[in-house]
């Protein structure tokens, strides 16, 4: 191993990315995009849920439970309809998502203790967020129905739930610490799978396999630059994170570095395997997005929660490297865990980073064939 | 026995690729200091015998040593003392000129007392000193090729392997070129160089003829000329000499175009030049001229194939 030869490939590599649009784009306008698009864009959040009423009691006791729906800032009124048959329009259009009925005779029972009802429809289409509304909803009308029922009872049991590590539930919380996986998966494996499969191409790789230079050489030549960008991508990322988008970084900076060091080495180290195989950029570069960006966005965590997936799903996850860096991610970012916490997940990710590499040395071959 | 004190040796050396054989079990040798030639048509088995000899390719079968080593067994001892130039441009297009050099001269380990040297000799002799830092893909193409063989030679190996590195060159770049292998094989370097230019053959020291594989002649050009030619070339100049041509070998006499012109291969020229003549002329086409001439290297390798 010579320092002069990995030297001289991390100097030409890095003057070539320099000069490559593409790969300029792809290291350092791409994260800033997905950033963009996740951090003010694309929102989980459920909140002004369009609402359509069909209020037919009119009396002080309905008002005061749309009230109540509207006060929680979760429900906006878009509507009163006088009938009943008009919500329909609503939510086949998609003016509203949610509807709340009040029967003419809501008041009269309610103080009579005759079994008030109301009821509320939701838009299923979309179920996350139709869950997401139903839980609202039924809040709303548990709080209502103790109302009616009279401020003296006190409940027999007092639940007092509280959410920690991201107590406003804000989707971008957790968004934006597992975008920087999904960032890291495609600067490290697209970019790097383009790099070996282009010397074949141009055929400077035959020049290449002629001369002197060792396949570790070689290799860890052209992985020092681009895992420099991606370091730089991590901490851009978290920057715009915390100070642009109010993410919390509770954890240290350096807990974050070592592990996305980690990370990074095995995203890099397969990106390089796949250009090795390839030998062609654009199938190289479709399967570094089928083996990594793809798994890294799906089944990382990173957006869809894996205890929600098919069992089948979650069983794979296991072996997306992605998911435990995600894991790793929302621990720092939420919850401010020291790296004790996740050694075992971190010494997963190296020992994986480590077999890719080492294949990565086994199949570069100085031969042609 | 294979006999490691030349610069290469090879025996029976065989390449294939699936069903079909590239390299049909060839002997080469070559002295240190030589200038060899390996000339052959396209698809004959030029680049992949030099790429067997450099450690790139794996033979099927055969053995043999390149500086001393075994072709099978120490391929990276091999690349450590040769300069290898591909056919293809190999030079990276997106760096510059000095950049290139700078590569190169780290991937083969240049010491740092020599790199300045070596920088210095590399653009004097492609003739880019005022272009150090002009991007390679600007370069036309006998300057690229120049600065190519300098890169290949940056640490000063004995051995170099040049594949057709003329072609898509003009022709005094050509020249140029060859008196630069020259130069360095006075100084003791060895040089073998494939090619499909006849005229290019003509400054080896000694050539092997390969065809379909196999070497089908090999010896110092002027002995190749007189061993395989006691037949006489007539060259002859005619209105659409392609029409001529089919008539001719119509007629059982052996033809080749060369350029405008038609060499014709006669058992004595003073006889058949006139019946070639008079052939032409009845069938209507205009003879300008028909002259016996001295076979060149070219003629004797359409003999050969023709024979083979």
């Known amino acids: 191993m010579r320092f002069q030869r990995i030297k001289a490939i991390v100097r030409k590599e890095s003057i070539q990315v320099a000069r490559d649009p593409f790969s300029l784009a792809m290291g350092f306008l791409m994260p800033l995009m997905l950033l963009f698009i996740f951090g003010y864009a694309i929102s989980l959040d459920v909140d002004e849920l369009t609402t359509v009423v069909n209020d037919l009691d009119k009396t002080s006791a309905s008002r005061e439970l749309v009230k109540q729906f509207t006060a929680s800032g979760y429900f906006k009124i878009v509507k009163q309809v006088d009938r009943y048959q008009d919500i329909d329009y609503y939510l086949d259009s998609g003016r509203a998502r949610v509807a709340i009925a009040i029967p003419v005779d809501f008041l009269s029972k309610a103080v009579t203790h005759k079994g008030a009802r109301f009821q509320i429809i939701v838009d299923g289409s979309d179920s996350n967020t139709a869950t997401i509304a139903l839980g609202y909803a039924s809040g709303i009308a548990e709080q209502a129905i103790r109302r009616f029922a009279g401020v003296s009872v006190a409940p027999v049991i007092d639940v007092r739930a509280r959410v920690w590590y991201n107590p406003e539930l804000k989707s971008k919380n957790f968004i934006i610490p597992g975008l920087v996986a999904v960032i890291m998966a495609v600067v490290g494996a697209l970019l790097t799978s383009l790099t070996i499969a282009r010397e074949w191409e141009r055929g400077t790789m035959e020049q290449l396999i002629s001369s002197p230079v060792k396949v570790p050489e070689l290799i860890i030549g052209k992985l020092l630059p681009y895992f420099v960008i991606g370091l730089i991508d991590v901490l851009f990322s978290a920057g715009l994170g915390v100070f642009l988008f109010e993410v919390p970084l509770k954890g240290s900076l350096i807990a974050l570095v070592v592990v996305s060091s980690i990370f990074l080495f095995g995203v890099l180290s397969l990106g390089i395997l796949v250009s090795i195989l390839a030998k062609s950029q654009v199938l190289a570069c479709q399967v570094a997005i089928i083996a990594s960006y793809l798994p890294a966005f799906l089944l990382s965590g990173f957006m869809f929660a894996i205890p929600n997936m098919p069992k089948a799903l979650q069983i794979l996850s296991y072996v997306v490297p992605a998911r435990y860096f995600v894991g790793m991610l929302k621990d720092i970012f939420l919850k401010g865990n020291s790296i004790s916490f996740f050694l075992f997940d971190a010494a997963l990710l190296l020992g994986f980073g480590t077999l890719l590499f080492a294949l990565a040395n086994v199949k570069l071959k100085k031969v042609m064939e | ?308």
């Open chain 2, 1 to 308: 026995m294979i006999d490691a004190s030349e610069a290469v040796h090879v025996e029976n050396l065989r390449r294939n690729f699936g069903a079909f054989t590239a390299v049909d079990g060839i002997d080469l040798r070559v002295s240190k200091g030589e200038i060899f030639g390996f000339l052959g048509p396209n698809g004959a088995g030029k680049s992949t015998t030099i790429r067997m000899l450099c450690g790139l390719l794996m033979p099927t079968g055969g053995k043999g040593t390149v500086a001393g080593f075994d072709i099978v067994r120490q391929p990276e001892e091999i690349k450590k003392r040769i300069g290898y130039m591909s056919q293809k441009f190999s030079l990276y297009e997106d760096l510059t000129v000095s950049q290139n050099i700078d590569f190169f001269t780290g991937i083969y380990g240049v010491s740092k007392e020599k790199r300045k040297a070596r920088k210095d000799w590399v653009l004097e002799m492609a003739g880019l000193d005022e272009k150090r830092d002009a991007l390679t893909r600007s370069l036309a193409g006998g300057f690229k090729q120049r600065l190519a063989l300098g890169c290949d030679i940056l640490h000063e190996p004995p051995i170099l392997f040049l594949d057709e590195p003329t072609s898509g060159v003009d022709p005094l770049s050509r020249r140029n070129f060859w008196s630069l292998i020259y130069s360095m094989s006075r100084s003791g370097v060895t040089v073998f160089v494939t090619t499909h230019y006849m005229d290019e053959a003509e400054y080896c020291d000694r050539l092997a003829l390969i065809y379909k594989g196999k070497i089908v002649a090999e010896g110092r050009p002027a002995d190749l000329k007189e061993r395989s030619m006691s037949r006489d070339v007539l060259e002859i100049e005619v209105d659409r000499a392609l029409d001529a041509l089919e008539l001719l070998a119509d007629a059982g006499i052996e033809t080749a175009v060369f350029g405008t012109l038609l060499h014709a291969t006669v058992d004595r020229g003073e006889e058949a030049g006139p019946r070639i003549e008079a052939i032409l002329k009845s069938a209507g086409f205009t003879v300008r001229a028909i002259e016996k001439i001295a076979p060149s290297l070219e003629d004797v390798f359409v003999n050969l194939i023709e024979a083979s």
